[in-house]
């Protein structure tokens, strides 16, 4: 079982931030949610390191991208909400967070973005 690198992390941040339109924060955390690396572009507002670590720790924590949970949420709002709080409101059920996954598919970290609509900042941290 591999490890999320620091190296990795600021690959993936690069690679997102190269692929963005208007300035967008980046963050990227562990397999266990905690952030390995963080990149806020000049001109993004002071709200998109929360939201985009919101997005990356409800992806990690619940095994499925944020676009996942923000669907789950339409269909069973109560259940997210409970997640929600319980999480002490680190969850954030929006599009924006990916999963990262070693070559033989486990887990070890994700990507959350903020800063564009939630589909293109998922797009964004695809392309990390």
């Not at 339109?21 to 690396?37: E, L, M, T, W």
């Not at 990690?60 to 944020?66: E, L």
């Not at 954030?92 to 996954?101: A, C, E, T």
């Amino acid at each position: 079982m591999s490890k999320l690198t620091l190296a990795q992390a600021n690959t993936i941040i690069n690679a997102a931030r190269a692929s963005s339109g208007p300035p967008i924060a980046v963050v990227v955390v562990d397999d266990s949610g905690h952030v390995k690396a963080s990149q806020r572009e000049d001109g993004a507002s002071m709200f998109r390191i929360d939201v985009s670590l919101g997005k990356a720790w409800g992806a990690v924590a619940m095994d499925t991208p944020s676009r996942k949970l923000a669907e789950k949420a339409k269909n069973n709002p109560s259940f997210i909400q409970a997640l929600t709080v319980t999480s002490g409101g680190r969850m954030l059920p929006n599009p924006g967070g990916v999963l990262i996954k070693d070559p033989d598919g486990t887990i070890i970290g994700a990507t959350g973005i903020s800063g564009d609509t939630g589909l293109n900042d998922e797009k964004f941290a695809c392309a990390g």
